[in-house]
């Protein structure tokens, strides 16, 4: 019988991660060396963000350098884990009324493969991307969610790729030791006070919560996987943070595992 799964969202940060040992990625690996393992993963991606839902069908989908202006070395890296047809066409059946087109020219982009290759570096777990509708609310997505929780019991890791505060525009490329803007550190830590209390609701309408979530989510891509993974709370299922830290003062890598 299958272990219930825990689910993940990830703050993936900056490609270069994929390469990296520092305090995320040892991080990453501590969780995929403790966790249960999973019979496959499904992953929401930030990277996917497209008009309607879509799911991989690829039986060994691609490694997508989806990104400019880094170094050769991780234009050669390679993720080939193989893909999850069949858990793709359970999970089209399990979001059914919703239309899922069955997409094989998609594969896994770096907001998959820079965290998995760190959870499970032999890349031997069949994993699938679930894509991020653009044209859908906040309410959309965590709906989805929700019906996705029942896979958990299936031994199928949901994981969330994505960052809860997000703003290119604010980022120290290049320099080190930035410490985070205020605006970022204080929602960041209203984010974390709702889930802990298991009240989603403002986090669904996060547009509601100010100027400080204004300018960590100038755009709902990197946060919209968050919604995913809470929404597959059942009861009164624990809420921790295996990751934290703000990476170029606007950046946030926070982990949320539930359960």
Not at 42 to 63: D, F, I, L, M, Q
Not at 70 to 75: G, R
Not at 219 to 243: K, N
């Amino acid at each position: 019988m299958p272990s219930t799964m825990p689910a993940l969202f990830l703050g993936h940060g900056n490609p270069m991660n994929a390469l990296a040992r520092n305090d995320y990625t040892e991080a990453w690996r501590h969780l995929g060396q403790t966790m249960p393992r999973p019979e496959g993963i499904v992953c929401v991606s930030a990277h996917w963000y497209r008009p309607g839902t879509a799911v991989t069908v690829n039986e060994k989908p691609r490694t997508i350098h989806d990104f400019g202006g880094f170094p050769p070395e991780l234009y050669q890296m390679s993720y080939p884990a193989p893909g999850a047809p069949e858990l793709a066409r359970r999970l089209q059946r399990l979001l059914s009324p919703l239309e899922v087109q069955g997409d094989d020219s998609w594969g896994l982009d770096h907001g998959t493969w820079a965290v998995l290759c760190h959870l499970y570096p032999n890349a031997d777990i069949p994993v699938l991307q679930l894509s991020i509708d653009e044209t859908q609310p906040a309410q959309f997505h965590y709906d989805l969610g929700r019906k996705l929780a029942t896979l958990r019991e299936e031994g199928i890791l949901i994981v969330g790729s994505g960052n809860l505060v997000h703003n290119l525009h604010s980022y120290a490329w290049g320099r080190h030791l930035v410490e985070p803007y205020d605006w970022a550190v204080r929602f960041e830590a209203r984010a974390r006070e709702l889930m802990l209390a298991g009240d989603h609701a403002p986090l669904v309408a996060y547009e509601t919560l100010g100027e400080d979530a204004r300018l960590s989510i100038p755009t709902p891509d990197h946060y919209l996987p968050l919604l995913y993974v809470l929404a597959t709370r059942r009861g009164e299922e624990q809420i921790t943070f295996p990751v934290e830290g703000v990476d170029g003062g606007s950046i946030s890598m926070l982990a949320v595992q539930v359960g």
